[in-house]
DNA sequence: ACCCTCCTGTCA
DNA sequence: TGACAGGAGGGT
Protein backbone atom coordinates (compact mmCIF):
# COMPACT_ATOMS: atom_id res chain seq x y z
CA UNK A 1 0.00 0.00 0.00
CA UNK A 2 1.36 3.25 -0.90
CA UNK A 3 1.49 5.93 2.14
CA UNK A 4 -0.28 8.92 0.52
CA UNK A 5 1.41 11.06 3.54
CA UNK A 6 4.31 10.14 0.99
CA UNK A 7 4.60 11.12 -2.39
CA UNK A 8 7.02 9.41 -5.35
CA UNK A 9 6.30 10.07 -8.85
CA UNK A 10 4.16 12.68 -10.76
CA UNK A 11 1.06 10.06 -11.68
CA UNK A 12 -1.36 9.53 -8.90
CA UNK A 13 -1.47 5.68 -7.58
CA UNK A 14 -3.96 3.18 -8.61
CA UNK A 15 -5.55 1.15 -5.81
CA UNK A 16 -2.80 -1.40 -5.13
CA UNK A 17 -4.21 -3.11 -2.05
CA UNK A 18 -5.48 -6.58 -1.89
CA UNK A 19 -2.85 -7.40 -5.23
CA UNK A 20 -0.30 -9.72 -5.91
CA UNK A 21 3.10 -8.95 -6.49
CA UNK A 22 3.87 -11.42 -9.60
CA UNK A 23 7.15 -10.50 -10.75
CA UNK A 24 10.08 -7.98 -10.59
CA UNK A 25 12.37 -7.58 -13.37
CA UNK A 26 14.35 -5.18 -14.89
CA UNK A 27 13.66 -2.79 -18.72
CA UNK A 28 15.88 -0.84 -19.66
CA UNK A 29 16.77 1.98 -16.69
CA UNK A 30 13.31 0.65 -14.72
CA UNK A 31 12.98 -1.73 -12.25
CA UNK A 32 9.47 -2.97 -13.17
CA UNK A 33 6.72 -4.07 -10.81
CA UNK A 34 3.70 -6.37 -12.07
CA UNK A 35 1.14 -6.44 -9.91
CA UNK A 36 -1.84 -9.22 -10.09
CA UNK A 37 -5.35 -8.03 -10.86
CA UNK A 38 -7.86 -7.66 -8.21
CA UNK A 39 -9.86 -10.82 -6.99
CA UNK A 40 -13.00 -8.94 -7.80
CA UNK A 41 -11.83 -7.75 -11.72
CA UNK A 42 -9.86 -10.67 -12.58
CA UNK A 43 -10.03 -9.64 -16.03
CA UNK A 44 -8.36 -6.38 -17.35
CA UNK A 45 -7.24 -5.02 -14.26
CA UNK A 46 -3.42 -5.63 -14.61
CA UNK A 47 -1.14 -2.92 -13.14
CA UNK A 48 2.42 -2.40 -13.68
CA UNK A 49 5.13 -0.22 -12.19
CA UNK A 50 8.18 1.34 -13.29
CA UNK A 51 10.27 2.86 -10.61
CA UNK A 52 13.11 4.72 -12.05
CA UNK A 53 15.85 5.16 -9.06
CA UNK A 54 17.67 8.01 -10.98
CA UNK A 55 20.87 9.07 -8.97
CA UNK A 56 19.47 8.07 -5.35
CA UNK A 57 16.45 5.77 -5.13
CA UNK A 58 16.53 2.77 -3.57
CA UNK A 59 13.85 0.15 -3.41
CA UNK A 60 14.29 -2.02 0.04
CA UNK A 61 12.91 -5.06 0.79
CA UNK A 62 12.02 -5.70 4.79
CA UNK A 63 11.06 -9.26 5.88
CA UNK A 64 9.60 -7.79 8.49
CA UNK A 65 7.36 -5.10 9.15
CA UNK A 66 9.37 -2.84 10.93
CA UNK A 67 7.52 0.24 11.65
CA UNK A 68 10.93 2.52 12.50
CA UNK A 69 10.91 6.02 10.99
CA UNK A 70 13.32 6.01 8.28
CA UNK A 71 14.83 9.22 6.83
CA UNK A 72 14.02 9.99 2.99
CA UNK A 73 11.36 7.34 3.06
CA UNK A 74 9.04 8.43 -0.08
CA UNK A 75 6.85 5.19 -0.57
CA UNK A 76 6.11 2.28 1.28
CA UNK A 77 4.12 -0.84 0.07
CA UNK A 78 2.87 -3.15 3.35
CA UNK A 79 3.29 -7.08 2.29
CA UNK A 80 2.37 -10.14 4.05
CA UNK A 81 4.97 -10.50 6.39
CA UNK A 82 6.82 -7.42 5.33
CA UNK A 83 7.27 -4.06 3.69
CA UNK A 84 8.68 -2.85 0.33
CA UNK A 85 10.30 0.50 0.81
CA UNK A 86 11.51 3.31 -1.42
CA UNK A 87 14.25 5.98 -0.22
CA UNK A 88 15.28 8.30 -2.26
CA UNK A 89 17.41 11.03 -0.48
CA UNK A 90 17.31 13.95 -3.76
CA UNK A 91 13.94 12.62 -5.15
CA UNK A 92 14.91 12.85 -8.28
CA UNK A 93 12.97 8.85 -8.46
CA UNK A 94 9.95 8.51 -10.29
CA UNK A 95 6.93 6.20 -10.26
CA UNK A 96 5.23 5.44 -13.68
CA UNK A 97 1.77 3.20 -13.64
CA UNK A 98 0.51 1.04 -15.92
CA UNK A 99 -1.83 -1.31 -17.47
CA UNK A 100 0.26 -3.24 -19.29
CA UNK A 101 4.38 -3.83 -19.53
CA UNK A 102 4.38 -2.57 -23.30
CA UNK A 103 3.55 0.94 -21.87
CA UNK A 104 6.58 0.79 -19.61
CA UNK A 105 8.77 -0.49 -22.47
CA UNK A 106 11.67 1.99 -23.62
CA UNK A 107 11.64 3.76 -27.03
CA UNK A 108 15.36 2.37 -27.36
CA UNK A 109 16.95 -0.86 -27.13
CA UNK A 110 18.70 -2.67 -24.68
CA UNK A 111 22.43 -3.33 -25.83
CA UNK A 112 21.83 -7.00 -24.01
CA UNK A 113 19.04 -8.13 -26.23
CA UNK A 114 20.08 -9.51 -29.78
CA UNK A 115 18.11 -6.73 -31.70
CA UNK A 116 21.22 -4.61 -31.11
CA UNK A 117 24.23 -6.11 -33.68
CA UNK A 118 27.20 -4.35 -35.72
CA UNK A 119 24.45 -3.35 -38.51
CA UNK A 120 21.34 -1.66 -35.57
CA UNK A 121 24.48 0.10 -34.47
CA UNK A 122 25.67 1.83 -37.43
CA UNK A 123 21.95 2.64 -37.98
CA UNK A 124 21.83 4.03 -35.04
CA UNK A 125 24.91 6.01 -34.82
CA UNK A 126 24.10 7.65 -38.43
CA UNK A 127 25.88 10.25 -38.99
CA UNK A 128 25.18 11.97 -35.41
CA UNK A 129 28.08 14.27 -34.96
CA UNK A 130 27.13 14.50 -31.21
CA UNK A 131 30.76 13.55 -29.26
CA UNK A 132 30.19 9.95 -28.65
CA UNK A 133 29.70 10.28 -24.51
CA UNK A 134 26.78 12.21 -24.73
CA UNK A 135 25.58 10.04 -27.40
CA UNK A 136 25.54 7.21 -25.63
CA UNK A 137 23.78 8.60 -22.30
CA UNK A 138 20.66 9.22 -24.21
CA UNK A 139 17.99 6.66 -23.99
CA UNK A 140 16.27 7.15 -27.12
CA UNK A 141 18.67 4.36 -29.30
CA UNK A 142 20.48 2.44 -26.45
CA UNK A 143 18.94 2.01 -23.05
CA UNK A 144 20.49 1.50 -19.75
CA UNK A 145 24.17 3.42 -20.06
CA UNK A 146 25.00 6.21 -17.26
CA UNK A 147 27.47 8.42 -17.05
CA UNK A 148 30.19 5.84 -14.98
CA UNK A 149 29.40 3.21 -17.89
CA UNK A 150 29.66 5.23 -20.61
CA UNK A 151 33.42 6.88 -19.79
CA UNK A 152 34.81 3.09 -18.83
CA UNK A 153 32.86 1.50 -22.02
CA UNK A 154 34.95 4.22 -24.01
CA UNK A 155 37.94 3.29 -22.04
CA UNK A 156 37.86 0.11 -23.00
CA UNK A 157 37.04 0.58 -26.42
CA UNK A 158 39.88 2.89 -27.02
CA UNK A 159 37.91 5.48 -28.59
CA UNK A 160 37.95 9.33 -27.03
CA UNK A 161 34.73 10.58 -25.93
CA UNK A 162 35.01 14.01 -27.88
CA UNK A 163 34.71 11.87 -31.54
CA UNK A 164 31.29 12.56 -33.20
CA UNK A 165 29.23 9.41 -32.86
CA UNK A 166 28.54 8.87 -36.70
CA UNK A 167 32.51 8.96 -37.03
CA UNK A 168 33.53 6.00 -35.86
CA UNK A 169 35.00 3.36 -38.34
CA UNK A 170 33.52 -0.23 -38.39
CA UNK A 171 36.56 -1.50 -36.39
CA UNK A 172 35.73 0.91 -33.79
CA UNK A 173 31.80 0.41 -33.86
CA UNK A 174 32.82 -3.47 -33.33
CA UNK A 175 34.86 -2.39 -30.18
CA UNK A 176 32.07 0.18 -29.11
CA UNK A 177 29.43 -2.95 -29.24
CA UNK A 178 31.68 -5.47 -27.51
CA UNK A 179 32.85 -3.09 -24.56
CA UNK A 180 29.24 -2.15 -24.02
CA UNK A 181 27.96 -5.67 -23.20
CA UNK A 182 31.02 -6.49 -21.39
CA UNK A 183 30.72 -3.50 -19.33
CA UNK A 184 26.72 -4.00 -19.17
CA UNK A 185 26.80 -7.29 -18.29
CA UNK A 186 29.67 -6.85 -15.43
CA UNK A 187 28.07 -4.16 -14.10
CA UNK A 188 25.09 -6.34 -13.68
CA UNK A 189 26.33 -9.08 -12.54
CA UNK A 190 28.31 -6.90 -9.66
CA UNK A 191 24.93 -5.13 -8.66
CA UNK A 192 26.36 -1.68 -9.63
CA UNK A 193 28.82 0.87 -8.17
CA UNK A 194 28.41 1.60 -4.98
CA UNK A 195 30.27 5.13 -3.92
CA UNK A 196 28.35 5.86 -0.73
CA UNK A 197 25.01 4.91 -0.50
CA UNK A 198 23.83 3.06 -3.30
CA UNK A 199 22.72 -0.58 -2.23
CA UNK A 200 20.09 -2.91 -3.91
CA UNK A 201 16.68 -4.29 -2.48
CA UNK A 202 18.44 -6.59 0.14
CA UNK A 203 20.73 -3.78 1.53
CA UNK A 204 23.53 -5.15 -0.54
CA UNK A 205 26.58 -3.13 -1.82
CA UNK A 206 27.35 -2.70 -5.32
CA UNK A 207 30.77 -4.50 -6.58
CA UNK A 208 31.51 -2.49 -9.11
CA UNK A 209 33.88 -0.53 -8.16
CA UNK A 210 36.64 -2.52 -8.16
CA UNK A 211 36.99 -2.40 -11.63
CA UNK A 212 36.57 1.15 -12.46
CA UNK A 213 39.27 1.98 -14.89
CA UNK A 214 38.91 5.32 -15.61
CA UNK A 215 35.62 6.59 -13.67
CA UNK A 216 36.36 9.20 -10.49
CA UNK A 217 40.08 8.75 -10.94
CA UNK A 218 41.62 12.09 -12.55
CA UNK A 219 44.89 12.30 -12.10
CA UNK A 220 45.53 8.93 -11.58
CA UNK A 221 47.95 6.40 -14.26
CA UNK A 222 45.64 4.65 -16.81
CA UNK A 223 45.46 1.08 -16.18
CA UNK A 224 46.41 -0.11 -19.32
CA UNK A 225 49.00 2.66 -20.99
CA UNK A 226 49.93 4.63 -17.66
CA UNK A 227 48.76 7.86 -19.35
CA UNK A 228 47.71 10.50 -16.89
CA UNK A 229 43.47 10.16 -16.76
CA UNK A 230 41.62 13.39 -17.29
CA UNK A 231 38.49 14.55 -16.11
CA UNK A 232 36.80 17.15 -18.77
CA UNK A 233 33.18 18.29 -18.57
CA UNK A 234 30.36 17.41 -21.46
CA UNK A 235 27.22 18.25 -21.42
CA UNK A 236 27.40 19.14 -18.04
CA UNK A 237 28.48 15.72 -16.70
CA UNK A 238 32.16 14.38 -15.87
CA UNK A 239 33.59 12.40 -18.27
CA UNK A 240 36.82 10.66 -17.71
CA UNK A 241 38.99 9.30 -20.29
CA UNK A 242 43.03 8.71 -20.87
CA UNK A 243 43.88 10.81 -24.42
CA UNK A 244 47.50 8.56 -24.30
CA UNK A 245 45.28 5.41 -25.76
CA UNK A 246 41.53 6.67 -26.49
CA UNK A 247 40.90 7.99 -29.65
C1' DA B 1 26.70 22.92 -28.10
C1' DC B 2 25.27 25.86 -24.10
C1' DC B 3 22.30 26.93 -19.99
C1' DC B 4 18.88 25.81 -16.39
C1' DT B 5 15.82 23.05 -13.23
C1' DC B 6 14.37 19.39 -9.81
C1' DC B 7 16.61 17.92 -4.45
C1' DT B 8 19.73 16.80 -0.57
C1' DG B 9 24.06 15.61 0.94
C1' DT B 10 29.30 15.28 1.21
C1' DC B 11 33.79 16.90 0.78
C1' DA B 12 37.87 20.01 0.17
C1' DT C 1 31.30 28.31 0.99
C1' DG C 2 31.32 26.37 -3.37
C1' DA C 3 31.93 22.33 -6.29
C1' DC C 4 30.09 18.22 -7.25
C1' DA C 5 27.19 13.85 -7.26
C1' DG C 6 24.89 7.54 -10.02
C1' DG C 7 19.67 11.19 -14.14
C1' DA C 8 16.79 13.45 -17.12
C1' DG C 9 13.87 17.07 -18.99
C1' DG C 10 13.40 21.55 -20.51
C1' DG C 11 14.97 25.94 -22.81
C1' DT C 12 17.89 28.69 -26.20
Known amino acids: MLD ?57 WLPAPARAPRRHLRARFALDGGALLFIDTRRFGTFDWAAEREALEPHGIDPLSAALDARRLRELLGDSSQPIKTWLLRQDRLVGLGNIYA ?31 AILRRAIDNCGTTFSDFQDASGDEGAYQQYLAVYDRGGERCPRCAGQIRREVQAQRSTYWCAECQD
Open 151 to 181: SEILHRARIAPLRPAGGLDAAERARLLRSTR
Open 4 to 60: DRLRAGRQREPVVAGRTIRAVMRIGKRVAIEFSPRESRPTGDALWLGVHLRMTGRLI
